[in-house]
């Protein structure tokens, strides 16, 4: 599996979530967003990529930064939704969409406030185990 497609881990996972499901229906989208989506929506998108080698150059770990951006028109809905795809994701590990997971954590949040929509940035750091 190529990590550039970690993107379907994230939302499998994301999926798996009875309560992201029931805030954001099927609203969750690699960025951007569909033109016209209604509120709440989430979208993913990998920000960067680091390989860990060993002397003899082989990758036996990969760390990839994603981020979540969490959108609604209301401030409590989108805390809402931020709550939940964090329970959704944070110390996740195992075998996900045939990604070997050691790890999933939060490195950073933030907030916007963008054309009256309130968003909500997390970023995960998701570690990936080559060997």
């Not at 509120?39 to 990969?62: G, N, W």
């Not at 930064?65 to 209301?74: A, C, F, G």
């Not at 969409?97 to 750091?125: H, K, L, T």
Request: hydrophobic share 35%; aromatic share 10%; charged share 25%.
């Amino acid at each position: 599996m190529d990590v550039r497609e970690i993107g379907k881990a994230v939302k499998s996972l994301l999926f798996q979530s009875d309560e992201v499901k029931r805030l954001i229906g099927n609203n969750l989208f690699p960025f951007p967003a569909i033109e016209g989506t209604v509120f709440p929506f989430v979208t993913y998108m990998m920000e960067s990529l680091t390989p860990h080698y060993t002397k003899d150059r082989a990758s036996y770990e990969d760390t990839i930064t994603v981020e979540l951006m969490i959108w609604s028109d209301s401030y409590a809905q989108k805390i809402e939704v931020a709550n939940a795809c964090h329970k959704a994701l944070q110390g996740k590990r195992g075998t996900i969409e045939g990604f070997d997971i050691s790890g999933i954590r939060r490195v950073n949040e933030g907030e916007s406030f963008i054309e009256d929509a309130y968003g909500q940035s997390i970023m995960y750091e998701i570690n990936i185990d080559n060997s």
